[in-house]
């Protein structure tokens, strides 16, 4: 129903946790490398607790590669340089979530390409970024609530 993409991420702890949430949301999880981490590593897989192994996800080399993937691609990118708040994006069945790494977002040319689809997530002035995690269970449980009609 809902596809999580991890654009180049970082740290193993933040894949385990988006892992969870996917296997809570019954999303299927896309890690596009390189990663930062390897996917044997035991903290990925002790932070996604028992979790892991109901986890439907795929790793793939790049970019071009993910969008092969679906017949019909309808992403929706999360940048704290959009101007379109998550919550006023309509989501659909099959709809992608794409987080870029925690240290450099998502790159400029993917953000530019698909500008009407770029979402932020609000908050204030002082703080810099939100752990990724955190961004995807905001966004994901949002998109999931309009999917469901609330009944997630």
């Given amino acids: 129903m809902l596809n999580i993409v991890l654009f180049e991420p970082e740290i193993h702890y933040n894949a385990s946790n ?3 949430t996917c296997v809570a949301l019954e999303a299927k999880l896309w890690l596009v490398r390189p990663l930062g981490f390897r996917l044997d590593d ?14 439907d996800w795929e790793v ?14 309808r992403p929706w990118f999360f940048t704290k340089t959009a101007g379109k708040i998550y919550s006023e994006a309509q989501y659909g069945p099959g709809d992608v979530l794409v987080f870029g790494s925690e240290t450099r977002g998502l790159p400029p040319g993917i953000l530019a390409e698909y500008a009407d689809r770029c979402l932020r997530i609000p908050m204030h002035k002082h703080v810099r970024s939100l752990n990724l995690a955190v961004s995807v269970g905001i966004a994901a449980y949002e998109a999931m609530r309009q999917i469901t009609n609330g009944k997630c």
């Fill in 18 to 20: 988006v892992g969870r």
């Fill in 42 to 55: 035991r903290h990925l897989h002790r932070a996604g607790l028992d979790y892991w192994e109901h986890l």
């Fill in 60 to 73: 793939l080399d790049n970019w071009a590669a993910l969008v092969r993937q679906f017949p019909v691609f």
